[in-house]
């Protein structure tokens, strides 16, 4: 169970993406943050949502979820053109976020597929 959260190595390879795209202002790297390393981490927690979903324990974490969600969501835009004008800095923050964010959910499924929930 949550074998969404079994292939650390996607997880790096999408952080790093993004990190790297934040810091460069080269069109083609937000465009691969965008297109790729989003693309995993939305694939990637649309299924863990799923797996809390069927075990009963998404009730505890879905807001914790969609908060998840709306920092992708906000990175998206910013990879996007950034209509909103967010800063370097703030992208940075919601990348940092994300890292964050995705640990403590990689701690959660550990402990849940032990049934120490």
């Not at 790729?36 to 939305?42: D, S």
């Amino acid at each position: 169970m949550y074998e969404s959260m079994n292939r650390r190595d996607d997880f790096s390879y999408a952080f790093e993406k993004i990190r790297n795209a934040v810091a460069s202002s080269a069109k083609r790297d937000a465009e691969f943050a965008n297109d790729m390393a989003l693309k995993i981490l939305r694939e990637k927690y649309a299924q863990f949502r799923q797996e809390l979903n069927d075990a009963g324990e998404l009730g505890d974490h879905e807001y914790d979820l969609d908060t998840f969600e709306h920092a992708m969501d906000v990175l998206q835009r910013y990879f996007d053109g950034n209509p909103r004008g967010l800063t370097e800095r703030d992208a940075r923050i919601y990348s940092h976020y994300l890292q964050t964010e995705h640990q403590g959910f990689s701690e959660l499924a550990k402990e849940l597929a032990t049934g120490r929930s």
